[in-house]
């Protein structure tokens, strides 16, 4: 009940498996790096237009616009893959908000082909997942997993679990007003923003980590699980893409952190599973 299935809906972007503009080699990969780094897609044909489907207020397909689901069995595995995963972090989120007195508004995961629309604008295959607090909504084109896997060697079906509890990390930040509160900071102190990202999203990955914690005390994991995570939060840190798409690595420019430390706060969160070990905007981040 918590997706809504945009996958038949078309779209017109250029991205891993489109219908706009492909280039490969080492350029489409620097490209396609420097666009999920970034957050906007940097591949050609990403900044016009090819007959994007229209949407209405709310964000769904406009009337007549939506299409059948043109999907293969291995596809069709994932969806079902990520929906149990979906709605597993969702109910997890539900009981510790309850444990504290309040109640979690579940979020909504969009599953769209190349491009979409989100309340935080065009939402694209390039930019790879995200959360969009406009809408309360988490974005995901299924073809950023194959991207995961063979590109940046995070194999598995618990890589995928981490970045959609990932992306649910931000929807508590969201719902406990953390997210509203850095962006304010942000705003205030834009020398700093960068700072205060990397922080955001380092909870981001703690908060995964509680989730994780909650499949392990329910021992649903299987063998070899929680290196999968860990080697997916390894395989996103910001001096990792940097240095895949061969350029030099700044810190000063760094958004969602190192892969130690991606791999330390999403430790740190399955070794606990506690909320308050997560405040990474009081304690130190690591190196």
Known sequence: RDIEDRRGAGGGFGGFGGGGLRIGGGAGLILLLLSLFFGRNLLPGGGTDTGAVPYDESGQPAAGTGGPVASTPEEDREVQFVSFVLDDVQATWDRIFQDMGRQYSHSKLVLFRDYTQSGCGGAETATGPFYCPADGKVYIDLGFYDELSRRFGAPGDFAQAYVLAHEIGHRVQDLLGTEARVRAQMERNPDEANAYSVRLELQADCYAGIWGHSTAQRQILEQGDVEEG???????????????????????????????????????????????ACDTFAQSIGG
């Open 230 to 276: 860990l080697q997916a939060a390894a395989a996103v840190g910001d001096d990792r893409l940097q240095r895949m798409g061969g350029g030099r690595v700044h810190p000063e420019s760094f958004t969602h952190g190192t892969s130690a430390q991606r791999v330390g706060w999403f430790k740190r969160g399955l070794q606990t599973g506690r909320l308050d």
